[in-house]
């Protein structure tokens, strides 16, 4: 017997929707992704990507020729709507949930019975009933989930992402995935629609645990980055190598020091505890501390890359400007952060090393910096400042250095006398 798979649209196509998206396309189904962008969707209808992700390139290639994907600036008909767009923050670190509500909006129009909407957007906790609230208002012919009720028209359920940037395809596959349904058939529901493409876990919960779980796992993440950068103050203060601590102390077997950097930085890790903070602030200072010593560590290192530039009347060269290695995702970044507030100053000195762009941000071109190969910066550069870790910038050896002023704020490059 042939089982008919569901007709899928994927609202929002950014670095977690169309990965999503051309992923259940694969497993047979037709997905039609909706985005606000009409370069987005004209790119994607080529067989083109518009974001930098490992394999992805060739996944959307195939499944677009094989009809499985199209994208699409309307919302259209499907039997399961998922929603991947923004959640920022905004004023005093507020969540801004404006995006994950007019997506609601967006969908309600086409809505029918029988249908699954699933919530993936990192959010804070409830904002998967006030999306059931939006759709209940929009669409009053419909029965919306409530706890302790049956018989909904429309099933409803959070089920967060939980990939790294650079390996999102394979862990979308291979990740346990949480299911928050509204109700239990809501779970069931999701869950068998997760099932068709995941192989790790699915484990069912409700939609307010799925929701506090997510923003636990990165909070988690931020306090032990915040006690390496933390460590990092310390023994810059101390004038000590943190790099050599830190590598002796893991050698406890019941220790496991994360490496500090410039900062924190991406959408997730960088936002998604001040969800937490918002939602219960007397009851988050630990997850609010360690959220200010990462976004502090930003100030720290201009400072300190300031006074190296000081002492040099050369060009400065930035390695990076991506929130981590690898990838071209800038979101939050504190690296583009640092260089940012460097130009403020030096700006027609810097030299800019971005592998993974063809061009800088304004906010760095209009005050005079430039963009440099590697090779071009090595040359030219009196300061280097290593911000981010790319592959490229992993070989570069003391002899490439020799002779600059270099602050290394990932603890990759060879030390040399002139360090910082």
Same mark, same amino acid.
Request: aromatic letters at 4%; proline letters at 6%.
């Given at each position: 017997?042939?089982? %008919?798979?569901?007709?899928?649209?994927?609202?929002?196509?950014?670095?977690?929707?169309?990965?999503?998206?051309?992923?259940?396309?694969?497993?047979?189904?037709?997905?039609?992704?909706?985005?606000?962008?009409?370069?987005?969707?004209?790119?994607?209808?080529?067989?083109?990507?518009?974001?930098?992700?490992?394999?992805?390139?060739?996944?959307?290639?195939?499944?677009?020729?094989?009809?499985?994907?199209?994208?699409?600036?309307?919302?259209?008909?499907?039997?399961?709507?998922?929603?991947?767009? /923004?959640?920022?923050?905004? %004023?005093?670190?507020?969540?801004?949930?404006?995006?994950?509500?007019?997506?609601?909006?967006?969908?309600?129009?086409?809505?029918?019975?029988?249908? !699954?909407?699933?919530?993936?957007?990192?959010?804070?906790?409830?904002?998967?009933?006030?999306?059931?609230?939006?759709?209940?208002?929009?669409?009053?012919?419909?029965?919306?989930? =409530?706890?302790?009720?049956?018989?909904?028209?429309?099933?409803?359920?959070?089920?967060?992402?939980?990939?790294?940037?650079?390996?999102?395809?394979?862990?979308?596959?291979?990740?346990?995935?949480?299911?928050?349904?509204?109700?239990?058939?809501?779970?069931?529901?999701?869950?068998?629609?997760?099932?068709?493409?995941?192989?790790?876990?699915?484990?069912?919960?409700?939609?307010?645990?799925?929701?506090?779980?997510? !923003?636990?796992?990165?909070?988690?993440?931020?306090?032990?980055?915040?006690?390496?950068?933390?460590?990092?103050? !310390?023994?810059?203060?101390?004038?000590?190598?943190?790099?050599?601590?830190? =590598?002796?102390?893991?050698?406890? /077997?019941?220790?496991?020091?994360?490496? /500090?950097?410039?900062?924190?930085?991406?959408?997730?890790?960088?936002?998604?505890?001040?969800?937490?903070?918002?939602?219960?602030?007397?009851?988050?200072?630990?997850?609010? *501390?360690?959220?200010?010593?990462?976004?502090?560590?930003?100030?720290?290192?201009? %400072?300190?890359? *300031?006074?190296?530039?000081?002492?040099?009347?050369?060009?400065?060269?930035?390695?990076?400007?991506?929130?981590?290695?690898?990838?071209?995702?800038?979101?939050?970044?504190?690296?583009?952060?640092?260089?940012?507030?460097?130009?403020?100053?030096?700006?027609?000195?810097?030299?800019?090393?971005?592998?993974?762009?063809?061009?800088?941000?304004?906010?760095?071109?209009?005050?005079?910096?430039?963009?440099?190969?590697?090779?071009?910066? !090595?040359?030219?550069?009196?300061?280097?400042?290593?911000?981010?870790?790319?592959?490229?910038?992993?070989?570069?050896?003391?002899?490439?250095?020799?002779?600059?002023?270099?602050?290394?704020?990932?603890?990759?490059?060879?030390?040399?006398?002139?360090?910082?």
């Amino acid at each position: 017997m042939t089982v %008919e798979l569901p007709a899928v649209a994927m609202i929002g196509l950014g670095y977690i929707g169309l990965p999503t998206a051309a992923v259940v396309a694969r497993s047979g189904c037709r997905v039609v992704g909706i985005d606000v962008s009409s370069r987005v969707v004209e790119t994607i209808n080529r067989g083109r990507i518009h974001i930098e992700e490992a394999d992805l390139d060739a996944l959307v290639r195939d499944v677009v020729a094989r009809g499985l994907l199209q994208a699409s600036l309307s919302v259209v008909p499907a039997d399961v709507f998922v929603i991947a767009v /923004p959640t920022p923050t905004g %004023e005093g670190h507020a969540p801004d949930i404006d995006h994950v509500l007019a997506a609601a909006r967006s969908i309600a129009p086409v809505l029918r019975k029988g249908n !699954l909407v699933i919530l993936e957007s990192t959010s804070p906790i409830g904002t998967t009933e006030k999306v059931r609230d939006v759709l209940a208002l929009e669409r009053p012919d419909l029965a919306f989930p =409530r706890p302790g009720s049956d018989g909904a028209d429309v099933s409803l359920a959070y089920c967060p992402e939980r990939v790294l940037p650079g390996h999102i395809l394979a862990e979308l596959v291979g990740n346990d995935r949480v299911i928050g349904g509204m109700t239990p058939a809501c779970s069931a529901q999701a869950r068998e629609f997760y099932k068709r493409f995941v192989e790790g876990d699915c484990v069912v919960t409700d939609c307010r645990s799925a929701e506090m779980t997510k !923003l636990v796992e990165n909070a988690f993440r931020d306090v032990n980055i915040a006690f390496a950068n933390e460590l990092s103050l !310390l023994a810059d203060a101390l004038d000590m190598d943190v790099w050599e601590v830190i =590598r002796l102390a893991n050698r406890h /077997p019941r220790v496991n020091i994360l490496q /500090p950097g410039p900062g924190v930085g991406g959408h997730c890790i960088a936002v998604d505890p001040w969800f937490l903070v918002h939602s219960a602030p007397e009851q988050t200072p630990l997850i609010r *501390t360690a959220r200010n010593v990462n976004d502090g560590k930003v100030g720290h290192v201009v %400072e300190r890359a *300031t006074a190296m530039i000081e002492e040099s009347k050369g060009p400065i060269a930035c390695f990076g400007l991506a929130f981590k290695a690898d990838i071209d995702d800038f979101r939050e970044s504190p690296a583009l952060a640092v260089a940012e507030r460097l130009a403020d100053r030096f700006g027609e000195r810097m030299l800019i090393c971005e592998p993974f762009i063809s061009e800088l941000p304004e906010t760095l071109a209009g005050r005079g910096a430039r963009l440099a190969t590697a090779t071009q910066a !090595l040359e030219q550069a009196s300061v280097a400042l290593l911000l981010v870790d790319h592959s490229e910038f992993r070989g570069i050896s003391a002899a490439q250095l020799a002779g600059k002023r270099i602050y290394d704020t990932r603890g990759v490059w060879p030390r040399l006398p002139l360090d910082g």
